[in-house]
């Protein structure tokens, strides 16, 4: 299936409905973060320096997949790292990049995730890595997030926020949710001491189980 049209007025509705969500669930404050959606011809992201609560549909803006803009606002200052991963990871349908209370807590101590509860394999590995800092909105910065993106489908920014991808907009936020869940409770049972961590035989078995986890019961072992 082709990924839809930038200019739909359905997904950019879509669109400022994912970025308002990331608002309402405290993912994000005021004008912080972004989201995108991978479309026929580049992707659609939202607009720089602005709240979603000050947009509208028709500020969304379309990004080519050569890197150029059309529309009267700007793309988000973070539009680098969007367009980088797509070509990177065709699988990713929709990125968010948020400033996630708990995950941002952790970024700026800039701490891997390790293998303390199993769902951490539900972004592809046994950790969750910490991309490197850079100065936002920088080459330099997506090319970091790149690589702590390999094989994965979440990392954190050091002292930034978290970026997470799904299938589609829809599936993104589920997973940003989930993500910001799982870095509370990190932070929370590190305040008792080191958590028991899990061995890497057992989070591979983990790994290899949501290889199917979620899909139709004809797809699965």
């Given at each position: 299936?082709?990924p839809?049209?930038?200019?739909?007025?359905?997904?950019?509705?879509?669109?400022?409905?994912?970025?308002l969500?990331?608002?309402?669930?405290?993912?994000?404050t005021?004008?912080?973060?972004?989201?995108?959606?991978?479309?026929?011809?580049?992707?659609?992201?939202?607009?720089?320096?602005?709240?979603?609560?000050?947009?509208?549909?028709d500020?969304?803006?379309?990004?080519?997949?050569?890197?150029?803009?059309?529309?009267?606002?700007?793309?988000?200052?973070?539009?680098?790292?969007?367009?980088d991963?797509?070509?990177?990871?065709?699988?990713?349908?929709?990125?968010?990049?948020?400033?996630?209370?708990?995950?941002?807590?952790?970024?700026?101590q800039?701490?891997?995730?390790?293998?303390?509860?199993?769902?951490?394999?539900?972004?592809?590995?046994p950790?969750?890595?910490?991309a490197?800092?850079?100065?936002?909105?920088?080459q330099?910065?997506?090319?970091?997030?790149?690589?702590?993106?390999?094989?994965?489908?979440?990392?954190?920014?050091?002292n930034?926020?978290?970026?997470?991808?799904?299938?589609?907009?829809?599936?993104?936020?589920?997973?940003?949710?989930?993500f910001?869940?799982?870095?509370?409770q990190y932070?929370?049972?590190?305040?008792?001491?080191e958590?028991?961590?899990?061995?890497?035989?057992?989070?591979?078995?983990?790994?290899e189980?949501?290889?199917?986890?979620?899909?139709?019961?004809?797809?699965q072992?």
């Open positions: 299936m082709s839809p049209d930038a200019q739909g007025a359905d997904l950019r509705a879509e669109l400022l409905a994912t970025a969500a990331t608002s309402a669930a405290r993912l994000n005021g004008s912080s973060g972004n989201a995108s959606v991978r479309t026929r011809g580049g992707m659609l992201i939202t607009p720089s320096g602005l709240a979603p609560e000050s947009c509208s549909g500020d969304m803006v379309v990004v080519a997949a050569d890197g150029t803009p059309t529309g009267r606002l700007a793309p988000s200052s973070e539009w680098r790292l969007h367009h991963l797509y070509a990177l990871r065709p699988e990713a349908g929709a990125i968010i990049h948020a400033h996630a209370p708990f995950a941002t807590a952790l970024a700026c800039r701490l891997e995730i390790p293998p303390f509860h199993y769902m951490i394999a539900r972004f592809g590995g950790t969750v890595r910490c490197a800092y850079a100065t936002f909105g920088t330099a910065l997506s090319d970091n997030i790149s690589i702590a993106m390999e094989g994965r489908s979440a990392c954190l920014m050091a930034h926020g978290m970026l997470v991808f799904g299938r589609n907009l829809a599936n993104a936020l589920a997973l940003a949710l989930e910001e869940s799982l870095c509370e932070w929370r049972t590190r305040q008792l001491g958590p028991v961590l899990l061995s890497n035989e057992e989070m591979q078995e983990v790994v189980r949501f290889r199917w986890y979620g899909k139709p019961a004809e797809q072992p």
